[in-house]
Structure formats: C-alpha cells, structure tokens
C-alpha cells in the first residue's frame, strides 16, 4: 500500500471553522492512522478576501486543536508557476482552449438558455475558434459532451454524473489567476494527495475534477465526502447556534481535547463509546465509521466534555491555562503553587475556565465581600461564640493540617453542645462569602492559616456589628 498523504486546505478568507476543523481532524487522524503524511495548504488565490490576519487565525486553531502538520504551510500565491505547467499541458492536448467571452454577453446567453428550458451552462461559442492569449481571455476546460464520471466515494458510495451536464469551466480567470477546481487538482497531484477527505459541499465540484485528473493522464487520489455539521434544529450550522469559530472555543474557556473529542464523535462512531484520548482516536479512526447523516453540533454535549476533561487534568497543567481568564477577572498574580492547590478543589466543580475563574474570587481577594442573604442567615449574634472559640482553637493549632482542623472543630461545637454543619455554614460565608464552595477543609488548607483567621476575625466583627 503507497504510503497515505492526505491535505487540509483552508481559504484564508475568515477564522477556521468548526465544519472546517472537524475535516481537518478528519484527515489528520487518518493519515496518523497509517503513518502517512498530513498537510496543510492554504488556498488564497481569493487575493481580495484573503487576509494575513485570517492565515494567522487559522494556524493558531490548528496549533491549539494539536494537529501538527507534517508539510507546509503551503500557499497556492507562491505556486503560479506549477499551474502555469499544467495549464500550458493541457492547452497542447486539446483539453482546454482560451474563451473571450464577455461576462455580459454571457449572462444574456444564460438567460436565453434558462428561457428555452436548457441548462443554463456554457455554450462552447470559443471551443474550436482557436484563440491565443490575450487580454480579458480566460482559459476553459473542454468538458466531454458525452457520456458519465463516476465518483467511487469512500462514505457515500458511487455517485455517477451525466458529463452533458457539466460546464466547460474556466481554469485560469482574465487576471492569470487559476480557480478553486484547477488549482486544488495540481496541488493534489503535485503534492502526491492520496486521500481527499472533505466536506460534501464539495461532491459536485468532484466529477469535474475528475475529468481534469483524466485529462492530465494521472491517477485518481480516493475521495471521501463527509456530512455537514447542523444545528440543534437541524439547520446548518451557523452563529444562531453559537459560536462557530474555533478560537471562540478557547476564548470560552474549552480545553482542545473537549473540542477535538466533540469534531470527531460529529458523524463518526466507535461503537457507544463517547470519550477518546489522542492517541485512542488515531489508533481506532477509520473512514468506514464515518456516518452519511448529518452530524448535530450539541454544546451541553460539549460542556459535559470538557467537564470531563477539565477534571481528569492534571491541576498543574490548567494554571497556565487559567491564568487569563483570572487576569480577565481583575485578580492579582499569585503562585503557580498556589494557583493549582486552589484549582484542584474546583475541577469537579467547573465546566470551563471562565466558570472556573469566577470560583476561584475566594482563592484569590484580599476580602471577602459576604452575599447579603447568606450573611442575614448564616453571620448572626448566636455565632459570635463559636466563632470566637474557634480562632481561639485554630491561632493554637502549630499544624494547620485538616487532621488537626477536624479536631479543632469538633472540640468547639462538643464545648458548645452544637452540631458540626450549625457551626461549618457560617465559617463557610466567612471564608467564601457565599454559601456554595469547595470543601470546607479543602477551602481552609487552600487559603492557609494566616488568611483563615483574617476572615474569622472579620467575620466575627461583622457579627458583633449587627
């Protein structure tokens, strides 16, 4: 079996897409799969819409989705000279000639052709004029009149089209630039493409490009066209359903493995199993697992995903991730030590690292500001004992460890005759400000215990001011 090349090539007209990510990832796990070669072109021959800013975007989702690519980038700008080759072969064989058709002449031919009831496609008038170069000319692909093209698709199966009913397309525009359907048939065959996988938008570009393939007297790569991405109504997938750029997702607080995990499972299965490691998909990824349904783009889904993932990370390793959204917040700097105590008692709490910045404002304030109903409830005269006792107990403990703060605990509420959760509320408002947090020891060994008697004492002056 030759070695499996397969290609992602985005037009750098706006930010990567979901639908555009998911055939990366598509394509990237595939040739991992078979230990071939994945690479990255980006199409910009749409020189009036294509940015440097929209390259830059989509290289920085591809590198923070991880999918690492084995060539490239290459720009098809860079490579007028390779389809200039090809163009020039094709003319000398017969399978292109040079139209100078104006667009307004044939706009009128179109309508004319739409009003007799006939396809509205070229009519061939320059086929046989035999024209050269020269200016406002473009360059046609001489389409068979008879006969089909078959498309063997590896997800659809075969797909046969009537060539009576394609366009002589053009091949290189007046301005010497080639189109989409040329351009992306030299780059595939001089970059030895063996695989295109793609979005089906793409399958009634596909027999045209396979006449051109013929044309040429080259292989065929194998196509495989994958279904579009809807929404939860099953319309397309657009910004009404949420964000649909990739960074987006960052910027929200995903984690990639979340993301990647969500692309893949959109029309792809591996029996129920829901949940994959990087290295899981690309030893199980295969195309004959890939749906010919729509897949539906589910962002609770999602949320249960990175939920997943934001829990089985390592604490560490989420810090720097964290810390602009702590930055967005207004809070300070503080150690990474530090930092990743706190987020360990927060990951089975938080979805994404924006709702995990939020949790962690009692980790990271010099005062806490106390939610006005918790302290009416919980900051109240009858636990201005017990809150004294207890900064008594806790400023004589020498090991602030939660072996020794149980213990601390339980003799105060033993001395006062109260239970344990009458007393853990309160110290809980006092510490978070509000009555829903971590563990309350977990909150304790997180702020140490120079912060915890701080808020104790605040508290209990709170408390004594009513």
């Known amino acids: 079996m030759e070695p499996v090349i397969t290609r992602f090539p985005p037009s750098p007209t706006g930010y990567l897409h979901i639908g555009g990510a998911r055939t990366a990832l598509f394509n990237y796990l595939f040739a991992r799969r078979f230990g071939g070669k994945f690479i990255l072109r980006i199409e910009d021959t749409d020189v009036v819409r294509s940015t440097e800013d929209a390259i830059k975007a989509i290289l920085d989702a591809m590198e923070w989705l991880e999918m690492e690519w084995d060539e490239g980038p290459y720009y098809q700008t860079r490579r007028m000279d390779v389809y200039r080759e090809y163009l020039q072969r094709l003319l000398e064989s017969g399978h292109a000639y040079y139209c100078d058709c104006a667009p307004e002449d044939l706009d009128e031919r179109r309508k004319a052709a739409m009003e007799a009831g006939l396809k509205p496609k070229y009519d061939g008038r320059c086929r046989d004029r035999r024209l050269g170069p020269g200016p406002k000319r473009v360059v046609r692909f001489r389409c068979p009149d008879s006969g089909t093209t078959v498309l063997n698709d590896l997800i659809k199966g075969p797909i046969i089209f009537d060539n009576a009913e394609l366009d002589d397309l053009v091949l290189e525009r007046s301005d010497g630039m080639p189109t989409y359907n040329f351009a992306v048939v030299v780059d595939d065959i001089t970059?030895?493409?063996?695989?295109?996988?793609?979005?089906?938008?793409h399958v009634n570009n596909t027999p045209r490009q396979i006449l051109i393939y013929q044309a040429l007297g080259v292989p065929l790569p194998l196509f495989g066209h994958v279904p579009?991405?809807?929404?939860?109504?099953?319309?397309?997938?657009?910004?009404?359903?949420?964000?649909?750029?990739?960074?987006?997702?960052?910027?929200?607080?995903?984690?990639?493995?979340?993301?990647?995990?969500?692309?893949?499972?959109?029309?792809?299965?591996?029996?129920?199993?829901?949940?994959?490691?990087?290295?899981?998909?690309?030893?199980?990824?295969?195309?004959?697992?890939?749906?010919?349904?729509?897949?539906?783009?589910?962002?609770?889904?999602?949320?249960?995903?990175?939920?997943?993932?934001?829990?089985?990370?390592?604490?560490?390793?989420?810090?720097?991730?964290?810390?602009p959204f702590l930055e967005a917040e207004g809070y300070g700097d503080k150690p990474d030590d530090y930092l990743a105590k706190a987020v360990h008692t927060l990951q089975p709490r938080a979805r994404t690292l924006v709702e995990m910045a939020k949790m962690m404002k009692l980790y990271m304030v010099d005062e806490v500001e106390y939610d006005v109903d918790a302290a009416?409830?919980?900051?109240?005269?009858?636990?201005?004992?017990?809150?004294?006792?207890?900064l008594l107990a806790l400023e004589g403990l020498e090991t602030f460890d939660e072996a020794g703060l149980e213990k601390a605990f339980q003799d105060v509420v033993s001395d006062l005759g109260m239970k344990l959760r009458k007393v853990a509320q309160p110290v809980r408002v006092a510490l978070a400000g509000v009555t829903v947090s971590p563990g309350l020891f977990e909150v304790i060994d997180v702020l140490g215990k120079e912060t915890v008697l701080k808020r104790l004492r605040a508290a209990l002056q709170y408390i004594r001011g009513r």
């Open 228 to 323: 579009m991405i809807l929404g939860e109504d099953r319309a397309k997938l657009s910004k009404r359903h949420g964000a649909t750029s990739v960074m987006a997702y960052k910027e929200m607080g995903y984690l990639p493995e979340a993301l990647v995990n969500c692309l893949v499972r959109l029309g792809w299965s591996h029996g129920d199993q829901e949940i994959f490691g990087k290295k899981e998909l690309i030893e199980c990824f295969n195309l004959e697992n890939v749906g010919k349904a729509p897949g539906v783009f589910n962002l609770e889904k999602l949320l249960w995903l990175n939920a997943h993932y934001i829990k089985e990370r390592d604490p560490r390793s989420l810090v720097p991730l964290l810390r």
């Open 376 to 390: 009416a409830k919980f900051l109240t005269p009858d636990m201005e004992a017990a809150f004294g006792k207890l």
């Open 191 to 201: 970059m030895n493409i063996t695989h295109v996988i793609r979005g089906d938008d």
